[in-house]
């Protein structure tokens, strides 16, 4: 056999690899965020509240977990009673035609209930603050945060105010969940979450999930979200968010478990470090090894801070977005109180969970237009993403005018920007 058959000539091996540089030229390439661009409409909605941790659950509709206020009013027009924890149904969509918000009536108000316990009922209607005696030590305060759907169970931790440390030290917090299909909620232990037992109070017993770790961690948790119901999940880990106790709030501490497993603490791990091959290296069990994931501005304040992490399929990135309570270097992080002046606003994103995070948007004082309002704690919603994955909702508290006029449910749609070469 001539040797010539054996190879392919000059011209047909110059036309393969001409093809193989064209779809290289051709294939798409990974496009990463350099900034966004807010829409000026904002949507607003609601008698008053904040805080607003979101999941996208498996009926199709958002749940949120609100703080400190009466959500919206009821049909008729009257004011629900005020509540420091509560999740609402957000059914459908991001305008005001089609947004319709309902209370779900059997997760429980551990404020509430604390003042029951040692007062008996309270007459419906009557707001937290003319409750008798709200500030004694022994009735525990409790504020709900990171919220996740996952196979068609509802999750939620609920921070606890510690005793005697002051406005704003949380220092454990509560694991609720309602089971798939059903009405009922319990706690991570199997005990129904609407009893009342005296560990609502500083009178026996402990039921929190974390409680009084080391530096306080884990005492304020969010979650990262992955679609509707977890579904985008790939690797089947649920991944969580904490910052690193009140002294120390400008580091953020990472933990993750086996969805299967999140209401058993022991199968918790704690992210340690970021290996040199870009993976993460994590400690089982033990809280006191955990390491740092970012660090954000010092002087943002403890209170009312945690990041909003949600995967972007479309985009194959995680976007973060995160603010502090206020302007760095306007008061110390111990400071009895917050939103002296407007915080600043950081997006981030990352390919995985952990990071690297790189940072694409900052505005030193995000104060969505007008610089006598005090936002805070933005959310990304998971469930309104466009088809491109390059605008998203974000959802916002804000303290304007001693909590007043913008209160509630505030709500932006964003684009994000990137470079012309990437498109």
């Not at 939620?156 to 089971?179: A, E, K, N, T, Y």
């Not at 909702?393 to 804000?398: A, E, L, P, T, W």
């Amino acid at each position: 056999m001539d040797r010539q058959d054996n190879f392919p000539n000059k011209s047909m091996t110059a036309f393969i690899l001409a093809n193989i540089i064209l779809l290289m030229m051709c294939s798409p390439k990974k496009q990463y965020p350099v900034s966004l661009e807010f829409d000026s409409y904002v949507f607003r909605s609601g008698d008053n509240g904040d805080n607003w941790c979101l999941t996208w659950a498996a009926d199709g509709d958002l749940y949120t977990s609100q703080c400190d206020g009466r959500g919206w009013l009821n049909e008729d027009g009257s004011k629900r009673n005020f509540k420091n924890n509560h999740i609402w149904r957000i059914s459908g969509g991001p305008d005001s035609a089609s947004f319709k918000t309902t209370m779900l009536t059997n997760a429980p108000d551990y404020s509430r209930k604390a003042q029951e316990v040692i007062y008996g009922p309270i007459e419906p209607g009557d707001a937290y603050e003319e409750f008798p005696q709200k500030d004694r030590l022994d009735v525990w305060n409790w504020y709900g945060y990171g919220i996740v759907s996952i196979d068609g169970n509802i999750y939620q931790f609920i921070s606890h105010v510690g005793d005697g440390f002051g406005f704003g030290w949380f220092d454990g917090s509560q694991l609720i969940w309602r089971p798939k299909e059903q009405k009922s909620w319990k706690r991570w232990n199997g005990t129904d979450a609407n009893d009342d037992d005296k560990w609502l109070l500083n009178e026996g017993g402990n039921q929190q999930f974390f409680y009084k770790e080391p530096d306080l961690a884990f005492s304020f948790i969010t979650i990262a979200q992955f679609g509707q119901d977890y579904v985008e999940n790939k690797d089947g880990y649920v991944y969580l968010y904490s910052p690193e106790g009140k002294e120390k709030a400008a580091n953020l501490n990472m933990a993750r478990v086996m969805k299967e497993n999140i209401l058993d603490k022991n199968k918790w791990e704690y992210f340690v470090k970021t290996k040199e091959d870009g993976d993460a290296e994590w400690v089982a069990g033990d809280i006191s090894k955990r390491g740092i994931v970012h660090t954000f501005p010092e002087g943002w304040g403890f209170y009312s801070w945690s990041p909003s992490v949600v995967w972007n399929e479309k985009l194959g990135l995680f976007i973060m977005a995160v603010a502090g309570t206020q302007k760095p270097g306007t008061g110390g992080v111990l400071e009895d109180y917050m939103h002296y002046e407007t915080a600043g606003l950081m997006m981030l994103y990352s390919e995985t969970p952990w990071g690297p995070w790189h940072q694409f948007y900052w505005d030193e004082s995000w104060d969505v237009g007008n610089p006598e309002n005090r936002a805070y704690l933005p959310q990304l919603s998971p469930k309104w993403i466009s088809d491109d994955g390059k605008s998203m909702y974000m959802v916002f508290s804000d303290c304007t005018q001693g909590y007043t006029i913008h209160y509630k449910w505030n709500m932006q749609k964003f684009s994000l920007v990137f470079d012309s070469y990437t498109n």
